[in-house]
């Protein structure tokens, strides 16, 4: 049987990264894992040419990654109680850093929640854990809403 000892759970704090958290500390206590928790915040470099100066902008993800680092706490004080787990921010586009992270870190596996979007709005939006399920060279498990 293979081997899982370092778990990569991907959340975005919604109300499905709990359900996505039960799934990743209850494999990890099963297998004597160490889970890494990631939350993602989104990279606003794109808006730099929009009017809006720089250091605006660099104030604002700045903000948005220390509250997702309080958030962070709290999430894995709740959620990881049974297990070691450790939280980390990252910024950037979700599905690229995940993969990094994965790789950087030597991860085993990832467990990520999807939203389960249709029609158009997967089309518009796309999806991360697509991106990741067909990218990662590791096992991804994926929780539906």
């Given at each position: ?9 991907a959340v975005d704090f919604s109300d499905m990264s ?69 939280g980390q921010v990252l910024t950037g586009y979700a ?23 249709k029609g158009i709005d997967r089309v518009l939006f ?20």
């Open positions: 049987m293979a081997e899982v000892k370092k778990i990569l759970c709990s359900k996505v958290a039960d799934y990743a500390q209850t494999i990890a206590k099963s297998m004597n894992s160490s889970v890494k928790v990631v939350y993602i915040a989104p990279s606003l470099s794109q808006y730099v040419g929009f009017h809006v100066p720089p250091t605006s902008i660099e104030n604002f993800v700045g903000e948005i990654v220390s509250g997702a680092e309080k958030t962070m706490d709290i999430f894995i004080q709740e959620n990881f109680s049974e297990v070691d787990a450790t599905a690229e850093e995940i993969l990094k992270y994965a790789d950087q870190e030597d991860m085993d596996m990832i467990i990520m929640g999807t939203h389960g979007r796309g999806s991360v854990a697509e991106k990741i399920v067909k990218s990662a060279p590791i096992p991804v498990l994926t929780i539906r809403p």
